[in-house]
């Protein structure tokens, strides 16, 4: 069974630019999360999905920050404009269900804010 | 609202030696506890979750952890430690039995001696 994907692996850029990341879920998994970790952080919750819509993005900050989640499949952050402190992980998770599920994670997307 | 302490930033261990990595937490309610593992460059890897029932839970790779409700702990175990357990480890807690919702420690960095 092919895993949680997420691409890119790592992104380099200059603050105020603009910057995606892209999520494939497990197959079948209609909960999708995406969190930020900083480096020496556990991972936070940026938004929870179920199937095309959101559950939860109260820890989103959504003057920047934007996901969606179109077909309740793949899924898309987005940040812009970039500031220094986005510099983190940013890891993409997914269940079967929210209630009871047990979460698979990628392997995360590296960004890096200069 | 709920919060985990891992109060081990970094442990070193020999090969062959036994573990036991610390974690506290508070919640108001009953807790849902998790133990998870990440390796360098990869996302985080479920070893055992607690809900309800016997306080002792038996995860994958031979981790152990217990609940202690009276101590608030729920540390995790292991008799003998194999180099390929160096990893990054990190506690959570859920509110009910959204694993998704979790607030996650800091980690715990296990290096392993050969």
């Known amino acids: 069974e092919a895993g949680v994907a997420q691409s890119p692996r790592y992104k380099i850029i200059e603050k105020r630019q603009s910057v995606a990341f892209w999520c494939n879920p497990i197959?079948?998994?209609?909960?999708l999360y995406w969190y930020q970790q900083i480096l020496g952080q556990g991972p936070k919750l940026l938004i929870q999905f179920q199937n095309n819509g959101v559950v939860d993005d109260s820890q989103l900050p959504k003057d920047r920050f934007s996901a969606e989640r179109l077909k309740g499949v793949d899924s898309t952050l987005k940040i812009q404009p970039a500031k220094l402190e986005d510099s983190a992980v940013y890891l993409c998770a997914s269940s079967l269900a929210s209630v009871g599920g047990e979460l698979f994670f990628g392997e995360g997307s590296r960004l890096t804010v200069l | 609202a709920q919060s985990v302490t891992q109060p081990d930033i970094h442990i070193t261990v020999s090969e062959g030696a036994s573990l036991e990595l610390r974690c506290n937490y508070s919640?108001?309610?009953?807790?849902?506890l998790f133990w998870y593992v990440q390796s360098p460059g990869q996302g985080l890897q479920l070893l055992l979750k607690?809900?309800?029932?016997?306080?002792l839970v038996q995860g994958i790779k031979g981790f152990e952890a217990e609940f202690k409700r009276s101590q608030s702990s729920f540390n995790l175990r292991k008799p003998s430690v194999h180099w390929s357990d160096a990893a990054e480890y990190f506690c959570a807690v859920a509110p009910g039995t959204n694993a998704g919702k979790s607030t996650f420690g800091d980690g715990t960095t296990l290096t392993v001696k050969p």
């Open positions: 607690y809900f309800s029932g016997d306080t």
């Open positions: 197959s079948g998994h209609a909960t």
């Open positions: 919640y108001g309610a009953t807790p849902y």
